[in-house]
């Protein structure tokens, strides 16, 4: 089957997107490893400042479970699609 320039050109912007895809799904998963990392507190660390170190990391964590979840869901939603395409 002789390919045309649209399929090669669509083929291209497939792979580019499968890389920003999967660029942002390590991207998310690093925020939650980073959010999920222990802090300590420091002998003469201001109070207010580690508290604030502190809300910092439960914003990364939750942020990155939430990027965790979505594309656990998308993956689960396109794997189904594909299913249900393949009975018809």
Same mark, same amino acid.
């Given at each position: ?29 690093? +925020?939650?490893? /980073?959010?999920?990392? @222990?802090?300590?507190?420091? #002998? ?7 508290? &604030? $170190? ?11 479970? +939430?990027?965790? /979840?979505?594309?656990? @869901?998308?993956?689960?939603? #396109? ?7 393949? &009975? $018809?």
């Amino acid at each position: 089957m002789k390919q045309t320039l649209a399929s090669h050109i669509g083929c291209g912007l497939a792979h580019v997107q499968h890389t920003i895809d999967k660029s942002i799904e390590w991207g998310f998963h690093s +925020l939650r490893k /980073a959010g999920e990392s @222990k802090l300590k507190k420091q #002998k003469n660390e201001n109070k207010y400042l580690f508290g &604030l $170190k502190k809300g910092g990391k439960h914003t990364l964590a939750f942020l990155g479970t +939430l990027g965790d /979840a979505f594309y656990e @869901k998308y993956d689960d939603l #396109k794997t189904r699609e594909n299913q249900e395409g393949l &009975l $018809k």
